[in-house]
């Protein structure tokens, strides 16, 4: 009897480290790398009829105004929109891309401003993503793989609720919008660099 104990002790243990390891563990360059994503990153929520949720990145902050960039899709009649808790006054979004900004009340606590990239992805490159679906952190990275005169492909799966959230290189640059994805398969589809400087040019 006591040597089954010990032998059920030391697989519970056993058991229990590799699943805590496989939860949390992450290289130090990369889990500094999704600390820092975390915080120029933000939960969008709208709601009325129904509600919504998508992600977005903070691309800069004026005296009383917070500049958020998500996807045009995540934006419905709403009754109330919001980033956190900050109530988004005016909404502005591309006429030929998945691309919106969202003008916010005030400065979003303990959020930041991310830096823009200079150059696109390229194939075999890795991109990280966080987002806020469901108000939790979701934290994915994968090689970009593909492209066309509109979007690029990132070998990781997007689920409800990324949708807006940001694509950045290792450096940290944002250098995308997510905007969807494959139920069935771990691929997701961006809006480029290219397209989100065309639109911030331009608006």
Same mark, same amino acid.
């Given at each position: 009897m006591k040597r089954f104990l010990v032998i059920a002790t030391i697989l519970f243990l056993s058991f229990t480290t590799v699943s805590y390891a496989y939860e949390t563990y992450l290289p130090l360059e990369e889990e500094s790398l999704v600390q820092y994503l975390e915080t120029v990153t933000v939960s969008i929520m709208s709601s009325g009829s129904g509600t919504g949720i998508c992600s977005g990145t903070i691309i800069r902050e004026g005296f009383d105004t917070t500049y958020v960039l998500t996807a045009k899709h995540c934006i419905g009649v709403a009754e109330d929109m919001r980033v956190e808790n900050n109530k988004v006054k005016l909404i502005v979004t591309s006429a030929t891309d998945d691309i919106a900004i969202l003008y916010v009340e005030g400065h979003v606590p303990g959020k930041g401003v991310?830096?823009?990239?200079?150059?696109?992805?390229?194939?075999?490159?890795?991109?990280?993503?966080?987002?806020?679906?469901?108000?939790?952190?979701?934290?994915?990275?994968?090689?970009?793989?593909?492209?066309?005169?509109?979007?690029?492909? +990132?070998?990781?799966?997007?689920? &409800? !609720?990324? @949708?807006?959230?940001? /694509?950045?290189?290792? %450096?940290?640059? +944002?250098?995308?919008?997510?905007? &969807? !994805?494959? @139920?069935?398969?771990? /691929?997701?589809?961006? %809006?480029?660099?290219?397209?989100?400087?065309?639109?911030?040019?331009?608006?």
């Amino acid at each position: 009897m006591k040597r089954f104990l010990v032998i059920a002790t030391i697989l519970f243990l056993s058991f229990t480290t590799v699943s805590y390891a496989y939860e949390t563990y992450l290289p130090l360059e990369e889990e500094s790398l999704v600390q820092y994503l975390e915080t120029v990153t933000v939960s969008i929520m709208s709601s009325g009829s129904g509600t919504g949720i998508c992600s977005g990145t903070i691309i800069r902050e004026g005296f009383d105004t917070t500049y958020v960039l998500t996807a045009k899709h995540c934006i419905g009649v709403a009754e109330d929109m919001r980033v956190e808790n900050n109530k988004v006054k005016l909404i502005v979004t591309s006429a030929t891309d998945d691309i919106a900004i969202l003008y916010v009340e005030g400065h979003v606590p303990g959020k930041g401003v991310a830096t823009l990239g200079t150059f696109d992805l390229r194939v075999g490159e890795i991109a990280y993503h966080v987002s806020y679906p469901n108000f939790k952190k979701y934290y994915r990275s994968g090689e970009m793989f593909r492209y066309n005169h509109d979007w690029q492909f +990132l070998r990781f799966k997007a689920i &409800g !609720g990324c @949708s807006g959230g940001g /694509i950045f290189n290792a %450096e940290g640059e +944002l250098v995308g919008v997510l905007w &969807g !994805g494959f @139920s069935y398969n771990p /691929i997701t589809i961006i %809006e480029p660099l290219k397209d989100v400087i065309k639109f911030l040019e331009i608006k």
